[in-house]
C-alpha cells in the first residue's frame, strides 16, 4: 500500500508561482514512476507531468510545457511540481499519482497508475 499526500496548494494571482509537493509512503519509492494530473470543475481529470523512476526522464502536456517542471527526491520520497506563470485557465484540484508495477518509464494516462493522493487545490485569478 503507498499513501500519496500532495501540499502547497493555495491561490495565486495570474503570473505568479505555486510549488507542489507531493510525499509518498514506502520504502521503495524510487522504484515508482510518478506523475501529476489535475481535475478542472466538470471536466475529466488530465494528464499534467509525469517523471521517470530515477529522475531522468520527463514528460509534459503541452499546455504546460515551458511554465511547470517537475523533480523528484528519492531520498526524501517527495515529488514536487514548480509551476510558474500561472494562469486563471491552471485554477484545478492537482493530484498526484503512483505507477508502482514498472511497466514505463514514464506514464501518461490516467489507467496506468494504481494509487492516487488525495489532491490540492490550486486557484489563480486574473
Known amino acids: 500500500q503507498v499513501q500519496l499526500v500532495e501540499s502547497g496548494g493555495g491561490s495565486v494571482q495570474a503570473g505568479g508561482s505555486l510549488r507542489l509537493s507531493c510525499a509518498a509512503s514506502?520504502?521503495?519509492?524510487?522504484?515508482?514512476?510518478m506523475g501529476w494530473f489535475r481535475q478542472a470543475p466538470g471536466k475529466e481529470r488530465e494528464f499534467v507531468a509525469t517523471?521517470?523512476?530515477?529522475?531522468?526522464?520527463?514528460y509534459y502536456a503541452d499546455f504546460v510545457k515551458g511554465r511547470f517542471t517537475i523533480s523528484r527526491d528519492n531520498a526524501k520520497n517527495t515529488v514536487y511540481l514548480q509551476m510558474n506563470s500561472l494562469k486563471p485557465e491552471d485554477t484545478a484540484v492537482y493530484y498526484c499519482?503512483?505507477?508502482?508495477?514498472?511497466?514505463?518509464?514514464?506514464?501518461?494516462?490516467?489507467?496506468?497508475?494504481?494509487?492516487w493522493g488525495q489532491g490540492t487545490q490550486v486557484t489563480v485569478s486574473s
Open positions: 517523471i521517470s523512476r530515477s529522475g531522468s526522464i520527463t
Open positions: 499519482a503512483a505507477e508502482t508495477n514498472q511497466m514505463a518509464a514514464i506514464a501518461t494516462v490516467r489507467a496506468q497508475y494504481d494509487y
Open positions: 514506502g520504502r521503495t519509492f524510487s522504484s515508482y514512476t
